[in-house]
C-alpha cells in the first residue's frame, strides 16, 4: 500500500518552530539546531523532486516509532500539546524520511565514535593493551578498534550523501556509563563486560534502523555494519565465558586448542536464534545538537 | 579432550531441551510479524526492476560457497544452471515470498548439513569430537530450525504452502561433493562455515530487495546471527573471527535456485 503524500506547511512550521523558541526555550534548547536541519532539509528534499511513491503501512509505522522515541528521548515532547502537533508535522513523509534517516545516521556515527574511544581508553590498559597483556585479546581489540573508525567515517560518509551534519562526537547518553565505567576497569573482564554492552546496543540499533531507513544507501551501509557488531559480540562472549572458567590459556586463534574449549564456548556467541532489540538505541539519541 | 558417543547424544539431547523452552518467545515473535505481514501479502508479491538481480538472477555466486566449503586451494564444484524455483504443486512464489522461500530452503540445508555432521560424529566418522564443537552443531541447528520455521510461518500466514526443501542447487552442487569429503571436525566446520557465510550474504542482500518492513525485519534479526556462527566457527578454526569491517554480499543465493 502506497503511503500517502503529504506538503510540509511551511507556514504553519515557521508559526510552530518560533512558538517552540519562545514558550519551550529550556525544553526544546537540545533540540533547536536539529530541527533546524530538518526544516532545511525538507525544502532540500521537495527542491530534488519529491519521494519513491511506494512504501508499506508498515515502514511508516516503523519510522512514527522510531521520530516518537527520538523526540521523547531529546525532550521535546516535555509540553503536552506542542510536542503533539510537533509530532504531527515531522511526521508529514515529505518531511520526515529524510530528516529521521540523518538522525538514525548521526547516532550510529556516535555509538561508533563512543566505540572507538572506548577501546582507546582499553588498549591504554596494561592488562589490555600492555606488554604482558593477552596478545589475541590485544589484537582484536586493537583490530575492533579500527573497524569501528571505518564504520564511523561510513556512516558519515552516508550523512554526507544525504547532506546531513556530520557526526563527530560520542553518543550523549552511553558516554556517560562509559566514563561511569572508567574507574572500574581493573580487570580484562571488566572490559570485556562494558564492550558487550556497547556493542550489543550498536547491533541492536542498527537492526531497528534497517527497518526503518528510508534512503538505500543508508540502510545497506547500516545493514553491512550490524551483523559485524554482533560479530564483536560473540567473541567478546566467547572471551567473557572463557575469562570466567578461568582459562584465559585458551584465548587464542590456535587451532589445536579446539579440543581444550569447554563445551559453553560452542554456544555461549549466540545466545538467541533472533537478534533481539530491547538494547537499542533511541534513534535521535546521538543526533547532532 | 574429546566426548564419547553417549555423551554426545546426551548433550545434544539437553541442548534441544533447553532450546525448546525458549521457543514460545520465538514464536510469539513471530506470529506478531506474519499477523501483520497477513494483511500486507499482496505486497510480497509485487516485483520491482532494481530486486530482477536477486528475483532473476544467474548463478555465479556459487563459486564462494564452494571455495569457502573446498578450503582456500578447493575448486568451484558448482555444476548445476540453477532453474526457477520449483515447488511441485504449487504455485511459483514471486516477490518477497519468494526471498522467504529460498531463506526457508537455506535454513533446512544447515539443518540437515548440521545434523548429517553430528549423525557422523556419532558414528566416530570424524574422529575425535571436542564439546565445544558438538555443542555449536547441535545449538546452530537448533537454531537454523528455528529460522526455517520463522519463514515458513511467514508463508503459511500467507496463505502458501511451507517450504520443506532444501536448496537443492547449494546441496547438489557444493554440499553433498564437500560433505563426502569430510573426515573431520575441522572439514565439518570449513563447510559449515561456507554455508553460514552464504546463508549471511543472502540475508544481507536480501534486506536490500525486501519491499515489505515485516519479512525485512525477520531477515535482519536473523542475519547477525549467522555471523555469529561464522565468527565462531573461525575462531573454533584457528582464524581471525571477524575479518571483514563490513558483511558483505559475495556468495549470496538466488531465488532461481532449486528447491526441493
Known amino acids: 500500500m502506497a503511503v500517502e503524500r503529504s506538503a510540509v506547511d511551511d507556514r504553519a512550521l515557521r508559526d510552530l518552530l518560533e512558538e517552540s523558541q519562545d ?36 515502514f511508516r509505522v ?65 592488562f589490555i593493551g600492555g606488554d604482558g597483556a593477552n ?39 552511553l558516554i556517560d556509563v562509559v566514563n561511569k565505567a572508567k574507574p572500574t576497569l581493573t580487570d580484562a573482564g571488566k572490559v570485556v563486560d562494558l564492550a558487550i554492552t556497547l556493542e550489543t546496543g550498536a547491533t541492536e540499533t542498527y537492526q531497528n534502523n534497517v527497518a526503518a531507513l528510508a534512503d538505500p ?48 564456548a560452542g554456544k555461549v556467541g549466540f545466545p538467541e536464534s533472533f537478534q533481539k532489540t530491547d538494547m537499542a538505541r533511541a534513534a535521535g539519541e546521538g543526533a547532532t545538537k | 579432550m574429546a566426548i564419547s558417543e553417549s555423551e554426545l547424544v546426551r548433550l545434544t539431547a539437553d541442548l534441544d531441551e533447553m532450546h525448546r523452552a525458549t521457543l514460545p ?12 505481514l497477513r494483511s500486507a501479502a499482496s505486497d510480497l508479491g509485487s516485483s520491482r526492476t532494481n530486486r530482477r538481480r536477486f528475483l532473476a538472477g544467474g548463478g555465479a555466486a556459487l563459486g564462494a560457497l564452494a571455495l569457502a566449503a573446498c578450503g582456500s586451494t578447493g575448486s568451484n564444484k558448482a555444476t548445476g544452471n540453477p532453474t526457477p ?56 541447528k537448533a537454531q537454523h530450525s528455528d529460522h526455517a520455521a520463522a519463514w515458513n510461518s511467514v508463508l503459511t500466514n500467507a496463505g502458501k504452502a511451507p517450504v520443506t526443501g532444501v536448496d537443492l542447487t547449494v ?8 560433505f563426502a569429503g569430510v573426515t573431520d571436525v575441522t572439514g565439518l566446520a570449513r563447510l559449515a562455515l561456507g554455508l553460514e557465510n552464504v546463508a549471511a550474504a543472502t540475508y544481507l542482500n536480501g534486506i536490500a530487495v525486501m519491499e515489505n518492513n515485516n519479512a525485512l525485519k525477520i531477515a535482519a534479526s536473523i542475519q547477525p546471527v549467522e555471523m555469529q556462527h561464522a565468527a565462531i566457527l573461525n575462531f573454533v578454526l584457528g582464524q581471525y573471527p571477524v575479518p571483514d569491517a563490513f558483511a558483505k554480499t559475495d556468495g549470496y543465493r538466488l531465488t532461481s535456485d532449486q528447491i526441493g
Open chain 1, 23 to 58: 514558550i519551550q526555550s529550556d525544553a526544546m534548547g537540545a533540540t533547536r539546531e536539529p530541527l533546524a536541519e530538518l526544516v532545511e532539509l525538507g525544502h532540500e528534499r521537495r527542491a530534488g523532486g519529491g519521494f519513491d511513491p511506494v512504501e508499506a503501512d508498515q
Open chain 1, 62 to 126: 516503523e519510522r512514527r516509532r522510531l521520530m516518537r522515541s527520538s523526540l521523547v528521548a531529546g525532550g521535546a515532547l516535555a509540553a503536552y500539546g506542542f510536542g503533539g502537533a510537533l509530532l504531527r508535522l515531522l511526521e508529514t513523509p515529505a518531511f520526515a524520511d529524510q530528516a529521521l534517516d540523518v538522525q538514525m545516521l548521526q547516532t550510529s556515527a556516535s555509538l561508533e565514535n563512543l566505540a572507538v574511544a572506548t577501546y582507546d581508553t582499553a588498549l591504554a590498559l596494561p
Open chain 1, 135 to 173: 596478545a589475541t585479546v590485544k589484537a582484536f581489540v586493537t583490530t575492533t578498534r579500527g573497524q569501528h573508525a571505518d564504520h564511523a567515517k561510513a556512516f558519515n560518509d552516508a550523512l554526507t550523501k544525504l547532506g546531513g551534519k556530520l557526526q563527530p562526537g560520542a553518543d550523549p547518553v
Open chain 1, 217 to 264: 544507501n543508508a540502510k545497506m551501509v547500516t545493514a553491512s555494519i550490524m551483523g559485524v557488531e554482533a560479530q564483536h559480540v560473540a567473541v567478546l562472549l566467547a572471551v567473557q565465558a572463557l575469562l570466567k572458567a578461568s582459562r584465559p590459556d585458551l584465548i587464542n586463534l590456535d587451532p589445536g586448542n579446539v579440543a581444550n574449549l569447554p563445551d559453553v
Open chain 2, 25 to 36: 518467545a520465538m514464536h510469539a515473535a513471530a506470529e506478531g510479524w506474519t499477523e501483520q
Open chain 2, 85 to 140: 524455483t520449483d515447488r511441485p504443486g504449487n504455485t511459483p512464489l514471486t516477490g518477497d515470498f519468494a526471498v522467504a522461500a529460498l531463506a526457508a530452503s537455506l535454513e533446512h540445508l544447515a539443518v540437515d548439513t548440521y545434523q548429517a555432521g553430528l549423525d557422523a560424529a556419532t558414528a566416530g566418522k570424524l574422529g575425535a569430537v571436542p564439546p565445544a564443537v558438538a555443542t555449536f552443531a547441535a545449538t546452530a
Open chain 2, 171 to 178: 546441496k547438489n552442487g557444493v554440499v553433498d561433493p564437500a
